[in-house]
């Protein structure tokens, strides 16, 4: 498994870049760099490629509604330009609550714009005059929607890949599907191995039934908070306000993906009362219910007998790339975890 890592979403930038650099040092091989509401990601990721010599870069994600998809291959191209190469695209939907909330945008039809925003990166990245004619784009824009001066045009520049990367943020059974068809690679959220076929195996049975044979096999990056030692449960527990964050407040009643997710596992009654004392305001109560053993299922905390487990559990389920956050006191210590869950990952 490739050993990545997600930045903080508040993290400036020059603090940042010191302590990755010891990262790409004890063995770090993707980071990536999410973009909700604070800082853009392409800033950070031009700043990180500039400074590193051998690390992956991945926007983790990019949303798909707050930049034109011409726009968002164009960045592309630049940061694969600005790292040798050394770029993947990670595109979303991301949510209601940040797309309408913060952006102002309407939150529709996130299959057929994400379909449809690979089709049009990709062709940008081959140089091909861009011509589009789909439901959500139309490149150029009809003459009865404009002035009817648009032509269609061509990258003027020469990316170093025809091919980036194209990640996929995804977690319905509809956007699994497609994502197998389309994407090289796949990131759900809360990932449960053992679930995991159970929850996704039919959606990506049938888009790797349609996907085209020159994309690579399907790389699925998973997330994980790691800490290895003993008596680690203060540490579990507190990832209890993230997941009753999402779980609970990410969207109202029947428009929580994620508390749809955590249903599916087979937490039902457990989602709806986070999401209940959630919305009602009682956010720490929410976080106390949400299930212990959905919280060790989804992190590496704990002994190194109990990481060694969750390791080979991702691996037979089909993790390719393992996206830890390390949780110690010091940036050299978080250095060692992950020098160590590199060294565990190749010998489970």
């Known amino acids: 498994m490739r050993i990545g890592m997600p930045l903080n979403y508040s993290g400036g930038f020059k603090e940042t870049m010191a302590e990755l650099a010891l990262h790409e040092k004890a063995g770090l091989d993707i980071v990536y760099v999410p973009e909700a509401y604070s800082f853009d990601a392409v800033s950070q990721m031009g700043f990180i490629a500039a400074r590193t010599e051998r690390l992956q870069i991945a926007s983790g994600i990019l949303q798909i509604y707050t930049r034109t998809p011409t726009s968002t291959a164009m960045?592309?191209?630049?940061?694969?330009?600005?790292?040798?190469?050394?770029?993947?695209?990670?595109?979303?939907?991301s949510g209601p609550q940040v797309i309408e909330g913060f952006h102002g945008v309407p939150y529709q039809a996130p299959l057929g714009?994400?379909?449809?925003?690979?089709?049009?990166?990709?062709?940008?990245?081959?140089?091909?005059?861009?011509?589009?004619?789909?439901?959500?784009?139309?490149?150029?824009?009809?003459?009865?929607?404009g002035t009817g001066l648009g032509k269609p045009l061509k990258l003027i520049n020469h990316p170093v890949r025809d091919r980036i990367p194209i990640m996929i943020a995804a977690i319905g059974p509809k956007n699994v599907a497609m994502t197998a068809e389309i994407a090289?690679?796949?990131?759900?959220?809360?990932?449960?191995?053992?679930?995991?076929?159970?929850?996704?195996?039919?959606?990506?049975?049938?888009?790797?039934?349609?996907?085209?044979?020159?994309?690579?096999?399907?790389?699925?990056?998973?997330?994980?908070?790691?800490?290895?030692?003993?008596?680690?449960?203060?540490?579990?527990d507190s990832?209890?306000?993230?997941?009753?964050?999402?779980?609970?407040?990410?969207?109202?009643?029947?428009?929580?993906?994620?508390?749809?997710?955590?249903?599916?596992?087979?937490y039902e009654a457990e989602a709806e009362k986070i999401q209940d004392?959630?919305?009602?305001?009682?956010?720490?109560?929410?976080?106390?219910?949400?299930p212990t053993d959905l919280l060790t299922k989804t992190s590496l905390i704990g002994?190194?007998?109990?990481?060694?487990?969750?390791?080979?559990?991702?691996?037979?389920?089909?993790?390719?790339?393992?996206?830890?956050?390390?949780?110690?006191?010091?940036?050299?210590?978080?250095?060692?975890?992950?020098?160590?869950?590199?060294?565990?990952?190749?010998?489970?």
């Open 75 to 93: 960045t592309a191209a630049g940061l694969d330009y600005v790292s040798d190469g050394r770029f993947t695209l990670g595109i979303g939907a």
């Open 303 to 348: 002994p190194e007998s109990h990481v060694r487990e969750r390791l080979a559990a991702l691996k037979e389920s089909g993790v390719t790339t393992l996206n830890v956050t390390p949780l110690a006191g010091t940036a050299d210590e978080r250095a060692r975890l992950i020098e160590r869950i590199r060294a565990l990952s190749e010998e489970v």
């Open 113 to 145: 714009r994400t379909r449809e925003i690979v089709e049009i990166c990709r062709k940008v990245w081959r140089r091909e005059k861009l011509t589009h004619e789909g439901k959500h784009f139309q490149i150029p824009l009809p003459a009865e929607q």
């Open 239 to 266: 990832m209890r306000p993230m997941l009753a964050l999402y779980i609970g407040g990410m969207g109202a009643k029947g428009r929580n993906f994620y508390n749809s997710l955590a249903q599916r596992y087979g």
């Open 277 to 290: 004392l959630y919305l009602d305001g009682k956010k720490d109560e929410a976080a106390a219910h949400v």
């Open 184 to 236: 090289e690679s796949w990131e759900p959220i809360f990932y449960v191995p053992e679930k995991a076929h159970e929850v996704w195996g039919q959606s990506l049975a049938e888009g790797r039934a349609k996907r085209d044979e020159t994309l690579p096999e399907l790389d699925t990056v998973v997330q994980a908070p790691l800490a290895i030692g003993d008596g680690l449960d203060d540490l579990l």
